[in-house]
């Protein structure tokens, strides 16, 4: 059943939201498939980023984040600083399945990712990192799709995790391991700004819900807006979006927006991170012209307030702001 942009995981539907956009001609396009996992225990979140830019001029440069082919992993501990591993690879260490072809793989070297799998082993600057893992979810979700401009959707929006990630010696392993989301993002080119937060709660009664919401510039002075949310196994669109609160500065990131429910209810939802929780990389640009800054807490703390309820969450959102 798929209706209004929305997918259920009783068949195909979910699947195609991972099926491959890019072809191995395309000279200006990046195309991303990334996992927040944020560990049950407690002590952090993981993000990981398969990446293939610019398959067609076979990237832009042989500085890791300009090759075309990326695998790039984030650790976010719950006491200490974000550490990011990016190790880039030749255009022919790409194993890719044909474009809208199911099942969806993408292998790089000793990574790879599937629609409920993926795994890899990363071995940097005295570091080893490696990790296999599966998911699963009941719900995924297509923020936008501007056709060959590009497109954000989640596969997997309410994602369990479940498997082992090793890293300089230490091991975190469970079934479950974590929760979070896996996404799969395609484009021409990365818009001028983008605001976007994932939000995993549960509720007192066990019951997980997700939020979700992206914004971004077009062209012509307009702006997109989207945001979506999961509750009680049922999708919401959240209507008349306006945002009352964008900080990023040194030592504080927050995006607070607010709308309306389809029965007219007001619903808030806040995310925010804090000094050390806050990570910044630089992008490269698809013209390869350089790069852009992008801001990403993916070990943040988010509020949803809605008919009189309150929906909370000390660790489980991402927060990422890009561009100027």
Request: with cysteine; net charge positive; aromatic share 14%.
């Amino acid at each position: 059943m798929k209706f209004e942009g929305f997918t259920k995981r009783t068949n195909l539907d979910s699947q195609t939201l991972n099926a491959v956009y890019a072809s191995p001609r395309m000279k200006r396009r990046y195309e991303v498939w990334f996992l927040r996992c944020g560990l049950a225990d407690g002590r952090g979140a993981w993000w990981f980023r398969y990446l293939l830019f610019n398959p067609g001029r076979k990237g832009c440069s042989t500085d890791p984040t300009g090759m075309p082919a990326q695998v790039w992993a984030t650790w976010f501990p719950r006491q200490g600083m974000p550490q990011t591993f990016i190790q880039g690879f030749p255009f022919e260490a790409i194993a890719l399945s044909p474009r809208r072809a199911l099942p969806f793989s993408f292998r790089i070297a000793d990574c790879g990712v599937e629609h409920n799998a993926c795994w890899g082993s990363l071995h940097l600057d005295g570091h080893s990192l490696s990790w296999k893992l599966r998911y699963q979810s009941n719900f995924g979700v297509v923020l936008s799709d501007k056709g060959w401009i590009g497109f954000s959707q989640s596969p997997h929006s309410d994602a369990t995790f479940s498997g082992q990630i090793n890293f300089n010696g230490h091991c975190f392993n469970g079934e479950p391991l974590g929760l979070g989301i896996q996404g799969h993002n395609c484009g021409y080119r990365q818009r001028t700004y983008w605001r976007w937060m994932h939000a995993y709660f549960w509720d007192s009664r066990a019951n997980p819900s997700t939020f979700e919401a992206l914004i971004y510039d077009m062209p012509f002075g307009l702006t997109f807006r989207n945001a979506i949310w999961w509750y009680q196994g049922k999708p919401s669109v959240l209507r008349r979006i306006q945002e009352s609160a964008i900080v990023n500065d040194s030592t504080h990131l927050r995006w607070t927006l607010s709308g309306t429910s389809a029965d007219g209810s007001p619903i808030e939802v806040r995310a925010e991170a804090s000094d050390s929780e806050i990570h910044r990389l630089p992008y490269a640009k698809t013209d390869c012209s350089g790069t852009f800054p992008v801001t990403n807490a993916s070990l943040a703390r988010a509020q949803m307030r809605f008919g009189g309820e309150i929906l909370e969450t000390a660790t489980g959102a991402v927060l990422e702001m890009g561009g100027s």
